[in-house]
């Protein structure tokens, strides 16, 4: 899994938010050690550039949610417990959204992703991905709007002007990662015009 945003990236980018389908995700968790897991997992489903679904589930984890975590996203095991749903049957859901043939984008995708892969190895459970590429809007932003004094999500919705909210809710974050996903899009396309074009 490569993040680095060369030209062709840049163009496959391009194409998959304009003609293709896109899926922003986010998680929020019990901490951030390879012990942790997934309390919450949210998608948002973009088809040709359009909102067209989302994904939200609350997971039952078998560890205990470290405080310095449940300071950030508010989260508590008594909500889990009444909300949530097994792991294996929320990898599952959620594997099921994803599909392929499809660019899988969160901000910071290293740290979402690694948490999928613990939760699916404590669980058992399997992600074979069929013609998944990734992108890292931290990454992007960098390429597309360099030289800012941040990139955190909070930070770039504000400083762009865009739609949404860092909450660190995992749905709200995933509405604002896909805003800004889009908005680093219609950007490449001013700078770059045959971003989109075939190598």
């Avoid at 929020?28 to 949210?42: F, H, N």
């Avoid at 969160?106 to 459970?125: E, G, P, S, T, V």
Wanted: proline fraction near 5%.
């Amino acid at each position: 899994m490569t993040f680095r945003v060369t030209q062709e990236a840049l163009r496959s980018y391009v194409r998959f938010a304009e003609r293709g389908r896109v899926v922003v995700l986010d998680t929020e968790t019990t901490g951030i050690s390879r012990d942790d897991e997934i309390v919450q997992l949210a998608a948002a489903e973009y088809v040709c550039g359009r909102l067209e679904r989302t994904l939200d589930l609350y997971l039952v984890p078998s560890c205990p949610i470290r405080p310095e975590a449940e300071a950030v996203h508010h989260i508590t095991m008594p909500f889990l417990v009444e909300h949530g749903i097994r792991p294996t049957e929320a990898l599952s859901r959620f594997f099921a959204f994803v599909g392929d043939d499809v660019l899988l984008v969160a901000h910071n995708i290293r740290f979402d992703f690694r948490m999928l892969q613990n939760d699916c190895r404590k669980y058992d459970c399997e992600y074979v991905p069929d013609d998944v590429s990734f992108c890292d809007t931290i990454a992007f932003a960098k390429k597309v709007v360099p030289g800012l004094d941040h990139y955190r999500l909070g930070f770039l919705i504000e400083a762009l002007g865009l739609a949404g909210t860092n909450s660190h809710n995992a749905l709200d974050d995933t509405l604002a990662c896909g805003e800004l996903f889009l908005d680093l899009v219609r950007r490449c396309r001013q700078d770059w015009p045959d971003a989109g074009t075939e190598p």
